[in-house]
């Protein structure tokens, strides 16, 4: 597919980051000078507006190649991202997607999935994967049917008898067309109030775990300033049966589940120890709408191995 030329714009930051409440200093146009040792100058485009983008050019790309048919026919009601970050996205910085052609494969499911890179002036910013397919790719063998009732557990507390941090939202048509615009896709694609079309995208509810996770973190006391810590990896799989019933001011449960540390899970080539955290959106009658692991490291841990492979 043609590399098309896509920038952000700082507007563009600060409309994604508000409409999904993610306060993450790396992200403010002021605060992220406060960062202990930054090395990135300014602030960064949102790991989940680059997901979106991604999101709805492969809704195009999907559309054009007729591709549609094939994921309605064979029930591959999931739909699939995996995603590393290999270097930050400043705004007004010029860069491109690629999307590679359409492979189908049938072993062990039938699944229709495309390699994906975002580059800017030679350097990668992301590689990744977006799969459709019949069974979620990523935690599949969670099941909720033993919790309690979410209504009753207070919001930012933990689920009792469980691992889980939990966090209520509700969705808001306004902040998901923001979030769209933010994000370089167009929101009239999937809202059109005249010929009554709603059709949520499906990255949205994800990024609102970012907000649950800072949240947790800050609940924990966490110095955002003197330690910041930066995504490595997302992976999601997001229900498009259960996307579709999404409706203005629906309840959305978010579930957060942070692993231990350990030597046994780390950045690739490095000894850094990652960070992972298991999140899970669910509906009413606990409906799993979306599966995310998201990876994360210290900064200052990763400046330390570059650091240590320069050249003496």
Not at 71 to 83: A, C, K, M, P, V
Not at 130 to 149: C, G, R, V, W
Request: charged fraction near 25%; glycine fraction near 4%; proline fraction near 5%.
């Amino acid at each position: 597919m043609t590399k098309q030329p896509f920038t952000f714009d700082q507007i563009h930051i600060e409309v994604a980051r508000n409409a999904s409440d993610d306060f993450n200093l790396f992200h403010d146009k002021h605060k992220w000078l406060q960062i202990n040792h930054n090395p990135f100058k300014g602030p960064i485009v949102l790991g989940y507006q680059l997901n979106t983008l991604i999101e709805y050019r492969m809704r195009l790309y999907r559309a054009a190649h007729h591709e549609n048919q094939i994921i309605s026919e064979n029930n591959l009601r999931f739909s699939n991202y995996q995603i590393t970050f290999v270097n930050a996205l400043r705004p007004a910085t010029t860069f491109q997607l690629d999307i590679k052609k359409t492979l189908i494969k049938t072993i062990p499911h039938l699944t229709l999935g495309n390699r994906i890179a975002i580059k800017s002036g030679g350097k990668t910013i992301l590689l990744g994967f977006k799969k459709e397919t019949q069974i979620p790719l990523f935690l599949e063998d969670a099941t909720f049917n033993k919790l309690p009732n979410l209504n009753v557990i207070p919001d930012k507390s933990i689920i009792p008898g469980t691992d889980f941090f939990l966090k209520r939202k509700f969705l808001n048509n306004g902040n998901v067309k923001n979030f769209l615009s933010g994000s370089l896709a167009e929101q009239s694609d999937y809202f059109d109030e005249l010929s009554h079309t709603e059709n949520y995208p499906e990255i949205f509810p994800c990024s609102l775990t970012s907000g649950a996770l800072l949240e947790k973190a800050q609940l924990e006391k966490h110095d955002f300033k003197r330690n910041p810590m930066v995504y490595t990896s997302h992976e999601i799989s997001v229900d498009r049966q259960y996307l579709k019933r999404l409706k203005n001011d629906d309840k959305l449960y978010i579930l957060v589940k942070q692993h231990p540390e350990t030597e046994n899970n780390t950045l690739n080539q490095t000894n850094i120890m990652l960070r992972t955290y298991d999140c899970y959106g669910l509906l009413h009658n606990h409906d799993v709408l979306f599966r995310v692991r998201m990876n994360l490291v210290p900064l200052e841990e990763i400046l330390k191995n570059l650091e240590e492979k320069k050249p003496k």
